[in-house]
Nanobody, 115 residues
């Protein structure tokens, strides 16, 4: 059974930082691409960052230079370091992976950027 469990969200002031974590189980983590998505109220879910098994990464233009995705294969965990946060980064952030023909999602973690 595949499980993705996110943590690390919260309330932060503009310009602040947060680090999200996603612990994965039920997959061969080291062989799998992992991704972070986010969904703001009234908006579609969008890709924030992806990291391949090779550790190649790609980012949404809106977060380039501010967010960093990384992975620790020994801990089956993917991270999203978010710096210089803006109010428009406010959203529920979801961990995502594709395994044996199916997409899997975590339960989401709320990030709120507000004075």
């Amino acid at each position: 059974q595949v499980q993705l469990v996110e943590s690390g969200g919260g309330l932060v002031q503009p310009g602040g930082s947060l680090r999200l974590s996603c612990a994965a189980s039920g997959i061969i983590f080291s062989s799998n691409a992992m991704a972070w998505y986010r969904q703001a109220p009234g908006k579609q879910r969008e890709l924030v960052a992806r990291i391949l098994a090779t550790t190649n990464t790609n980012y949404a233009d809106s977060v380039k230079g501010r967010f960093t995705i990384s992975r620790d294969n020994a801990k089956n965990t993917v991270y999203l370091q978010m710096n210089s946060l803006r109010p428009e980064d406010t959203a529920v952030y979801y961990c995502n992976t594709f395994w044996r023909g199916q997409f899997y999602w975590g339960q989401g973690t709320q990030v709120t950027v507000s004075p």
